[in-house]
DNA sequence: ATGAAAGCGCTAACAC
DNA sequence: GTGTTAGCGCTTTCAT
């Protein structure tokens, strides 16, 4: 009883329950144990219900590696952000994982904070694990990862910027009209001076770019323009417009507007302004950008860029699955716009 | 030369270029290159540059599924959040994905949503795919999910909360410790009338309790709490002081203070307080709960609960990778204490 | 509807 | 230091 024999020692065997024992224990073939739990429309209801059984009896848990190797499908999707707290992209995230639990997949995380070779580490990665489709925010630069993302075939989607030459699919937004709509907004506020607070990333450039070009096309040139580092907080906010101030000083500040980079960094100017005693929104406007949940309960609340983050995460998640199971999709660029809601800042 | 036989058709390949197309090209076996990869000093310094170059020359990327099905080591990891919006915890994530990925482990993240049922199904999914640790956040209550997870054997570490009987591994402090310490520092402050906000979930309710209890022991008893769903906001915060307010008239509110289960519904109450002309601190002292970044640049500044939830991350990725590699950790359950963090609020 | 055989691409184990 | 062999646990292909 007790020497259960195998008398020929196998090499290795992780010890593991595995479908071999759940066939043998329903008195089946491994292959119909298989597809009893993944195409059960294929088998009959009796041996269904003895495979089932077998499995909870035995607590088999199935090697999805295993299943990945023959089938050559992960189903596993990867997705790159900058950093995991900067939350305007998380809400996307969010979304993204959600709707791909629903549909089966499991997501890897990869933070690039904000360096081209973590990326390409990270894309590396994500190929050798064969990954069945990549999710990126912001569009990938020419160079060895995207060379290496687009040889691979997987399924790719970048979000939150658009390009007329995505490598695959595109979910984003355009965010020179961005910098443009803000800059209309304020003129037809009848401002008379501006500035921005950006945050060095390529795409608040992108915003701050537009919005003064359209300044300067309607007789306002040379903006000032605080630069504030790869991430604006408050203290960044509040610090860029003493600045600002040093600069011009505050009598000429009657109609100022400042369009930042971020909601936290529009806070931190709001704080700063109150702290000075500039009234807001009469003597300054501030508009924001991300529409975080809090900034339209606070006071002044604050008017800002809102973007459906959630929609970019789970239209994205919906083009990769299809991909991913061979179907095409249509458009493969999409271009989910934004708003400027307005709020006491302005 | 164009039909470059392979007179018997193999049944399937992905295609795609495997290690033993490098070793052909290397002049080696593919065991030889592998080590080259993986082992690389147990290889002559000649074969490793043959390899390498090779590798460069066709563009392989290995296959760590395949990998993994051969050494029972899937180099990844599994966290399961309750959401990735909460920001509190997205510190403890960012540091944990970093630290993983120096170490060369990639990380699954899952969503609980604070449902039972996706995180049983996350917990399945982890372990069908052999993840070499899992990282949770707070603990994980007796049932299915954890019964499944300590017959995997795979190491755990469970954070953000204390317990005496982890599954397995454990950082994090005592949320009973913190109500405690709260009402005990407001106390010392000489304020007399308290009241909680707090979110419906398991560790706000363990910091309201014992703040409460405290309170109760030092002669204050019945302090109203005001619960606001499973996530505060800060509208929410706004709401809940209307709440007591309607409870408590403001001319008893003189020394008043107001703990509240998380920064941005204490922002609420900050806000709705400036909305109704009731002076900070003097009339009402309020504490958050995270010390997200920017609380510390308000104004006011806001008094809050202080966690080093970066370290629980790197902490915890550093556990899991030493047990992935078959080393002991000690201790096995690490409180890494809090602070609160006195500001103007108070 | 079920099964036998043959791998998926890699590495552990054991030579030499 | 390098090679041979035999799997890891599953699914595809083809047959019945």
Known sequence: MSENSKSQRSRRSSGAVTLADVAKLAGVAPITASRALNKPEQVSAEVLARVKDAVERIGYVPNTMAGSLASAKSRMMAAIVPSAVSSVFMNTIESLNNSLFDAGYQLMLGQSGYSTQRQEM???????????????????NAGKGRTRLMASGIPIVETWDLSATPMDMLIGFSHTEVGKSVAQYLLKQKRTAFAVISANDHRAALRQEAFC????????????????????????????????????PLSQFSTQAIFCSSDVSALGVVTEAQALGIRIPEQLAVVGFGDTPFVADMMPSLTTVRVNGAEIGSLAAQYLVQRAQGQEVTPRIVDIGFSIIERETT
Do not use: Y
Not at 214 to 238: I, N, Y
């Open 122 to 140: 990270l894309i590396e990665s994500f190929i050798g694990r064969r990954a069945d489709g990549i999710f990126l925010i912001g569009l990938l």
């Open 213 to 248: 070009k359209e300044l300067a096309g309607q007789g306002f040139g040379s903006v000032p323009v605080e630069w504030v580092g790869e991430k604006s907080t408050l203290l960044s906010g509040r610090l860029a417009l003493r600045q600002i101030l040093a600069r011009q």
